[in-house]
């Protein structure tokens, strides 16, 4: 597709993308927005001036995408919007268009429920290396289902937010445990999925009907926090603190030609998680800090997709709602230079990572800068480059006593 609106070459927002967000612009209320190039376009100016065909329009000044997404009108409205930016432009059009540094960027839904899932394959085989040495890497149950967490929703930030250091019960020398800053700050490399329409008992090749679109998330953890809670119940404070993700949702509608076959699954999971479509997704990754890029890798290799993660948190009868997010869980590779966090960079220290500065880390250090960046395609003709933006966020200290 072609358009009249300017956009940058190697740019992750051409037309064939166009992602929802949410903006605000000086003197004006939030409201959602759709982004191309270096500019957004204001959805609701667009209905105001009749460019928009949408049969409730009210859902265009919330300071949320939830009712727009439960409304079911992200494809249609995607549809028109890349029919206007590729015709002849019309003042209506230019009048909604805006820089995107004259905006305001914002988290773009009000999250309900957030689950966290583990289903590298590699980044599962490498933690469990490091803590079971001795034993097999993969517990029993992590080939028969998605092993998940859930979260704490509250605490899920837009991609320019600062991380606080967390504090947490960490043992001292003499194994008495006290409340300290984090000594151990780590990152994780994910994918996260927005539920647009409610459901239960969701089957795999059922997903499209229910998954909006996709961001970056970097779900922070304390390692040293999580090393003494997380026994017999799991994660809680090591990772409740602060999620990040990117603030554009990149709708599945932009993605379907970068869905591809998952690798094989042996053994054959129960009927409940077997699908006949193609959920993977041909997604590159990487992780930059302070701006040097220390890890690239892929989302397809991911054991688990994310069609099967949805039927899993609900084939109880759980159900979902619009704005619910869930993350792959850390996506690593085959290789060293693949693995999506610290601990496994650094193997939990024991190899400290080299910097271009000079300088090493084991884990991060206040006033480190983490961004995350995604896309798909950009390697041909026929496979346009849909990307994700960045998801940023920068450590500071925990707070003084």
Same mark, same amino acid.
């Given at each position: 597709?072609?358009?009249?609106?300017?956009?940058?070459?190697?740019?992750?927002?051409?037309?064939?993308?166009?992602?929802?967000?949410?903006?605000?612009?000086?003197?004006?209320?939030?409201?959602?927005?759709?982004?191309?190039?270096?500019?957004?376009?204001?959805?609701?100016?667009?209905?105001?001036?009749?460019?928009?065909?949408?049969?409730?329009? !009210?859902? #265009?000044?919330? =300071?949320?995408?939830? %009712?727009?997404?439960? *409304?079911? $009108?992200? /494809?249609?409205?995607?549809?028109? +919007? !890349?029919? #206007?930016?590729? =015709?002849?432009?019309? %003042?209506?059009?230019? *009048?909604? $268009?805006? /820089?995107?540094?004259?905006?305001? +960027?914002?988290?773009?839904?009000?999250?309900?429920?957030?689950?966290?899932?583990?289903?590298? $394959?590699?980044?599962?085989?490498?933690?469990?290396?490091?803590?079971?040495?001795?034993?097999?890497?993969?517990?029993?149950?992590?080939?028969? $289902?998605?092993?998940?967490?859930?979260?704490?929703?509250?605490?899920?930030?837009?991609?320019?937010?600062?991380?606080?250091?967390?504090?947490?019960?960490?043992?001292?020398?003499?194994?008495?445990?006290?409340?300290?800053?984090?000594?151990?700050?780590?990152?994780?490399?994910?994918?996260?999925?927005?539920?647009?329409?409610?459901?239960?008992?969701?089957?795999?090749?059922?997903?499209?009907?229910?998954?909006?679109?996709?961001?970056?998330?970097?779900?922070?953890?304390?390692?040293?926090?999580?090393?003494?809670?997380?026994?017999?119940?799991?994660?809680?404070?090591?990772?409740?603190?602060?999620?990040?993700?990117?603030?554009?949702?990149?709708?599945?509608?932009?993605?379907?030609?970068?869905?591809?076959?998952?690798?094989?699954?042996?053994?054959?999971?129960?009927?409940?998680?077997?699908?006949?479509?193609?959920?993977?997704?041909?997604?590159?990754?990487?992780?930059?800090?302070?701006?040097?890029?220390?890890?690239?890798?892929?989302?397809?290799?991911?054991?688990?997709?994310?069609?099967?993660?949805?039927?899993?948190?609900?084939?109880?009868?759980?159900?979902?709602?619009?704005?619910?997010?869930?993350?792959?869980?850390?996506?690593?590779?085959?290789?060293?230079?693949?693995?999506?966090?610290?601990?496994?960079?650094?193997?939990?220290?024991?190899?400290?990572?080299?910097?271009?500065?000079?300088?090493?880390?084991?884990?991060?250090?206040?006033?480190?800068?983490?961004?995350?960046?995604?896309?798909?395609?950009?390697?041909?003709?026929?496979?346009?480059?849909?990307?994700?933006?960045?998801?940023?966020?920068?450590?500071?200290?925990?707070?003084?006593?």
């Amino acid at each position: 597709m072609t358009t009249w609106v300017p956009v940058p070459e190697g740019s992750d927002f051409p037309i064939e993308n166009l992602p929802f967000g949410i903006v605000r612009a000086r003197r004006e209320l939030p409201r959602p927005a759709v982004r191309i190039g270096d500019h957004v376009v204001d959805l609701a100016a667009l209905s105001r001036a009749g460019l928009l065909d949408v049969p409730a329009a !009210a859902v #265009l000044h919330h =300071s949320a995408l939830n %009712p727009l997404m439960a *409304a079911g $009108l992200g /494809p249609p409205i995607r549809r028109q +919007v !890349a029919a #206007l930016l590729s =015709s002849t432009p019309e %003042p209506g059009v230019e *009048a909604a $268009l805006l /820089p995107v540094d004259e905006v305001e +960027v914002l988290l773009p839904i009000i999250v309900g429920d957030y689950v966290d899932f583990y289903s590298s $394959l590699h980044h599962a085989e490498n933690l469990g290396r490091m803590f079971r040495p001795d034993a097999e890497p993969l517990l029993p149950n992590w080939r028969h $289902l998605p092993v998940a967490y859930h979260g704490r929703s509250g605490t899920v930030r837009v991609s320019g937010t600062d991380i606080v250091r967390p504090e947490g019960l960490v043992p001292d020398g003499e194994g008495v445990p006290r409340l300290v800053p984090s000594g151990a700050l780590d990152i994780e490399l994910e994918v996260g999925f927005v539920v647009g329409t409610a459901g239960t008992r969701i089957r795999p090749d059922d997903a499209d009907a229910h998954v909006f679109g996709v961001v970056l998330l970097n779900d922070w953890s304390a390692r040293d926090i999580q090393a003494f809670e997380y026994q017999p119940l799991g994660p809680n404070l090591a990772k409740s603190f602060a999620t990040t993700i990117s603030p554009w949702v990149v709708t599945l509608d932009a993605l379907h030609p970068y869905l591809v076959a998952g690798p094989e699954q042996d053994p054959t999971p129960d009927p409940y998680l077997q699908m006949q479509r193609l959920w993977a997704l041909d997604l590159h990754l990487e992780v930059e800090l302070n701006g040097e890029r220390i890890s690239a890798t892929g989302f397809r290799s991911m054991y688990w997709t994310f069609a099967q993660q949805l039927a899993h948190m609900t084939v109880n009868g759980a159900t979902t709602s619009p704005g619910d997010l869930f993350g792959s869980g850390t996506v690593s590779g085959p290789s060293k230079s693949e693995r999506g966090s610290f601990i496994e960079l650094t193997w939990r220290g024991a190899e400290p990572l080299a910097l271009a500065d000079g300088s090493t880390r084991t884990f991060l250090l206040d006033g480190d800068t983490v961004t995350l960046r995604g896309w798909c395609g950009g390697d041909g003709p026929d496979r346009p480059r849909i990307g994700f933006g960045e998801a940023r966020g920068t450590v500071s200290p925990a707070p003084t006593r």
